[in-house]
């Protein structure tokens, strides 16, 4: 049995936003009906149910999200990239209130003053393959748990990463370039596991009172974001071209600095990914051989 929509608020085949029926992915599964379509990624989200799944089309929406129910929101690439969420600095682009939501494939921005891309105020969600540039932060956590942040572009932001007293969260595989620092932990965010990202950044890591942190995980023979042969932890640069991962010695040539990298006394990368000379990462050449970047 199909769940209606709002009166006037009926789907049209080509909105920009489609609503799709719980535990239903592409499009075969979605919603539609004539009349003028939802163009708005919250009205959506306002009549959707729990479990639903939210297809957003490329496109830019003008709009501050706010995701109050656990849904799977997924942008589908139609020609145009990503769909881009502007919240034209009025706030947070796109905010999680609510625990076990799923957003993919986005590009959030434009988020200024004090805001955020992604600000995740709740636990058990995941973002992943989305594009978080030109806000004031990149993602915070913010009294936070249990997330997962995974193959994500953070870039071009004031702080790339604001973890909020909040734990055992798992950020990996994420690309975080050309912010002031690549993350700041506040007031006992602790155990999360940080491995397998890139970073390059003005400064690595910032931080206020005491927070405990993994920065890798176990070596495993996995190739690394910088297509080395093992997993460890994570590629650390600066934008001045200095940093331990450009400037490592790497004896056995597996990818992996052979010393750990203290980023404060609690929190160690103990595998931080070397970069040989003349590698590529991403289409670029990280450096020359001679520890200056390219």
């Known amino acids: 049995m199909r769940r209606e929509g709002p009166q006037n608020s009926d789907w049209n085949s080509d909105a920009g936003v489609i609503a799709c029926r719980r535990g239903g992915g592409g499009d075969n599964n979605c919603e539609r009906k004539r009349g003028r379509g939802l163009y708005k990624v919250q009205d959506a989200i306002d009549n959707a149910s729990a479990g639903d799944t939210i297809l957003v089309r490329s496109g830019t929406y003008y709009e501050s999200v706010n995701v109050s129910k656990p849904l799977t929101l997924r942008g589908v690439d139609t020609g145009g990239g990503k769909p881009v969420v502007d919240s034209n600095g009025s706030g947070d682009v796109i905010t999680f209130s609510a ?24 636990n058990n969600s995941t973002v992943i393959g989305s594009d978080i540039s030109h806000n004031n932060y ?9 997330n997962t942040l995974y193959n994500n572009s953070i870039t071009e932001n004031r702080d790339g990463f604001i973890l909020y007293t909040s734990s055992n969260n798992i950020v990996h595989s994420n690309i975080v370039l050309n912010n002031y620092y690549a993350m700041y932990l506040f007031y006992s965010s602790d155990n999360n596991t940080i491995y ?11 931080y206020s009172g005491s927070n405990r942190n993994r920065w890798n995980t176990t070596k495993t023979e996995i190739a690394s974001i910088v297509g080395g042969p093992y997993l460890g932890g994570n590629l650390w640069e600066n ?8 400037t490592c010695t790497d004896s056995d040539k597996d990818w992996i600095c052979d010393s750990n990298y203290t980023l404060s006394p609690e929190n160690v990368d103990y595998l931080p990914l070397a970069v040989p000379p003349h590698a590529y990462v991403n289409g670029t050449v990280m450096h020359d051989g001679t520890g200056s970047q390219v």
């Open 99 to 122: 625990d076990g939501i799923m957003l993919d494939g986005f590009n959030a921005t434009n988020g200024k003053s004090f805001n955020a891309g992604i600000m995740i105020a709740s």
């Open 138 to 146: 990149g993602i915070i956590l913010y009294f936070s748990s249990n």
């Open 196 to 206: 397998n990202n890139l970073f390059n950044n003005t400064y690595d890591l910032g």
């Open 239 to 246: 934008l001045d071209g200095t940093g331990v991962s450009l």
